[in-house]
Structure formats: structure tokens, C-alpha cells
């Protein structure tokens, strides 16, 4: 059975790749459940509690955002990833010197393979990559060069069957990503006002009130009845049905929404909008899977 293990599994853009996974694993007759510590992924795939992990002989084991001193880690992810989130200083300062000393122990009994998305913790620091058997990137600019040395592999996250809406509006941003500083949605949405756009709609979940009420609060002072939030929504055709333009600042190669406005017809605006749209199908993306898993 192919196991994705992840810690956290709340509605930003790595839970819904990974639920997407999940599901094109499933509907390719390969038995697959996404494993997390929170809920919303519950509903979106075949899925269950981190609590309820435990790997057996002969799985495929896919990580991401988990830091493994060693493969007996996985053996209690799920209070592991609770000790964690509770500031447990111990599971801190073990985590801090993960992958610190000499290299690590493959399993044997299953295959364990990395998966890096985004900027998250996993992807930076010292990650003890000599204990998977394969590492996947979303992208070549994610490739970390001591990750080179080791089985690698990049491959795009699979995207939704999106459709052209048939009527949109007329002057409508959306400004999509989760709301935190790196994001920079504040520059965005002015971007899109000096543009023209009547109107800004924020997608994305919450994840830093404190950046939120300090950068995009006011905004919506200065602009009153403009800016709207609509916070994560989980039906991405129906966002894409809401806006005529879509707006981002921060650069993020790995991120899906580009490809999302080639498929919906969406005006893009972003760091990299003049960049080749190199979007292949689901049927390619799973075929780089079906290869470097041996499926």
C-alpha cells in the first residue's frame, strides 16, 4: 500500500496536492491513504488520523513535512507531531539535530520516500537524506544540492480538471495564497488596484492573524468595500469562475496556480508570468510516480 504521511494536513496548497496524490493514486487501482494530524483532508481522499499510521512490509511510505531522527520515528508520528506542536522542548532540540550525525539507515522492510513542497521546514536545514530511498521535488529551483547526491527525482503536483467558464466578471482580482508574510498578498492587492481591478477577493487560509490585521486590515481601511476575504475555498472552479485576474507577488515555481489560470483561461499576473507555461497533463506527472515508484 502507497502511505502519504504528513505534519499537518490543514487547507493550504501542500495538503491539497497531496490529497490530490492520494486520489490519482486510488483512481490507478493502487491502494493509497493520506495520513494527518488535522481534519480537513478527511473528506477529500481516502484518508485517515495520523494516529492510525504504521507502516508494513512491503509499503511505500511518502513524508513530507515531518523531520525523522530515524526510521523508528515513524512508529508514533502521531503523538510525535502533537509533542510538536505543543512546543515540547525535548522533541524541539531532537528535531533541531536531526540528520546531524553520520548517515542514516534506509528501511528494509518498506520504501521511504521524501516529499519536498514548498518552503516548509522539511526542506531546509539538516535533513537526514540518506534514509529515504527517493526524494521528490515539485520543482528544479527546490532541489537542494546535498539532496543531489542522493535518488532524486522533480515532478509537478497533479492539478484539477478545471474548465473555461463560459461568463466571468469583469475586473475582479483574486489574490490566492495562505495568509502569511511570505506570501506578501498586501503587495498584490495593491498591485491589482493600481491595475484598474474594482474589486479584490483574498483566497487563502489563515494561518498568521498578526500579519493579516497588520497588512491586509488596513488596505481595507484605505479602500473601503474593495478588498474582500474569502478565506480557503475548497471548490478551485468556483474560485476561478469569481475573478477575471489572478495576482501574486511572492514567486513559487512549485505552486499550481499558474497552471490552474492556463486551464481556466484566467489572466495571470506574477513574478514569473513571462516565463514558458510548461504544464504537463495528469497522465505525464503520474507516469514520472509510476516510474520512480516502480508501481
Given at each position: 500500500m502507497i502511505k502519504i504521511v504528513s505534519g499537518q494536513s490543514i487547507p493550504v496548497g501542500s495538503t491539497v496536492a497531496l490529497a490530490n496524490l492520494c486520489n490519482q493514486f486510488n483512481s490507478r487501482e493502487h491502494e493509497c491513504v493520506f495520513y494527518g494530524?488535522?481534519?480537513?483532508?478527511?473528506?477529500?481522499?481516502?484518508?485517515a488520523h495520523l494516529s492510525d499510521f504504521h507502516p508494513e512490509e512491503g509499503d511505500i511510505v511518502i513524508a513530507h513535512d515531518i523531520r525523522l531522527r530515524s526510521v523508528s520515528d515513524l512508529s508514533d508520528l502521531g503523538n510525535r507531531i502533537a509533542s510538536t506542536r505543543k512546543g515540547d522542548l525535548r522533541s524541539a532540540l531532537l528535531d533541531g539535530i536531526s540528520g546531524g550525525f553520520g548517515r542514516k539507515k534506509r528501511p528494509e522492510a518498506f520504501r521511504l520516500v521524501l516529499s519536498c513542497r514548498g518552503d516548509g521546514p522539511v526542506c531546509v536545514g539538516r535533513t537526514a537524506w540518506s534514509m529515504f530511498h527517493k526524494i521528490h521535488f515539485s520543482c528544479e529551483a527546490q532541489v537542494d544540492r546535498r539532496a543531489s547526491r542522493h535518488p532524486h527525482f522533480v515532478c509537478p503536483d497533479f492539478v484539477h480538471d478545471l474548465k473555461k467558464p463560459v461568463a466571468r466578471p469583469e475586473k475582479v482580482a483574486g489574490v490566492i495564497g495562505s495568509v502569511r508574510p511570505e506570501n506578501r498578498l498586501e503587495i498584490s492587492?495593491?498591485?491589482?488596484?493600481?491595475?484598474?481591478?474594482?474589486?479584490?477577493?483574498?483566497?487563502?487560509?489563515m494561518l498568521d492573524p498578526i500579519y493579516f490585521h497588520s497588512k491586509i486590515a488596513p488596505l481595507a481601511k484605505k479602500y473601503p468595500g474593495r478588498i474582500k476575504f474569502a478565506g480557503f475555498v475548497d471548490d478551485p472552479q468556483q474560485m476561478y469562475y469569481s475573478v477575471s485576474d489572478v495576482y501574486r507577488c511572492a514567486a513559487r515555481p512549485w505552486s499550481t496556480v499558474k497552471r490552474e489560470c492556463g486551464l481556466t483561461a484566467t489572466c495571470y499576473h506574477g513574478?514569473?508570468?513571462s516565463e514558458a507555461a510548461e504544464a504537463p497533463g495528469n497522465d505525464s506527472i503520474y507516469g514520472v510516480w509510476k516510474k520512480e515508484l516502480e508501481l
Open positions: 494530524p488535522d481534519r480537513w483532508h478527511r473528506d477529500k481522499c481516502r484518508s492587492i495593491e498591485k491589482a488596484l493600481q491595475d484598474g481591478m474594482e474589486t479584490v477577493i483574498v483566497y487563502g487560509y513574478p514569473d508570468s
